[in-house]
């Protein structure tokens, strides 16, 4: 019932930036608290940023914080991930996800997936 969709990823420089989207549709998908996951080849899928359905409260990981932020403007059901300063081993598959219930910074808290955007940082 839920869909999600991300893009907006590409290869880009060290110090370049890139804005994620993630198109969300579906049933009570505005009502939802959100996140972003990010997977390097060969590593685990590790959390980036989660925001709370309002968009009141916003977590991040520390690898991220101060550089990535996370929105959303439920009118259009969309979350965003601003990625500044984007270095190296900010390379990965970035997931776009819905949460459950649970805790923010747990993969297994989230039920809804999107199919991932590639972001590649070169030095």
């Known amino acids: 019932q839920v869909q999600l969709v991300e893009s907006g990823g590409g290869l880009v420089q060290a110090g370049d930036s890139l804005r994620l989207s993630c198109a969300a549709s579906?049933?009570?998908?505005?009502?939802?608290?959100m996140g972003w996951f990010r997977q390097a080849p060969g590593k685990e899928r590790d959390f980036v940023a989660a925001?709370?359905?309002?968009?009141?409260?916003?977590y991040y990981a520390d690898s991220v914080k101060g550089r990535f932020t996370i929105s959303r403007d439920n009118a259009k059901n969309t979350m965003y991930l601003q990625m500044n300063s984007l270095k190296p081993e900010d390379t990965a598959v970035y997931y776009c996800?819905?949460?459950?219930?649970?805790?923010?910074?747990?993969?297994?808290?989230?039920?809804?997936w999107g199919q991932g955007t590639q972001v590649t940082v070169s030095s």
């Open positions: 579906g049933r009570a998908s505005s009502t939802y608290s």
């Open positions: 925001i709370s359905w309002t968009g009141r409260n916003t």
């Open positions: 996800a819905m949460r459950s219930g649970g805790s923010y910074y747990l993969e297994a808290s989230y039920n809804y």
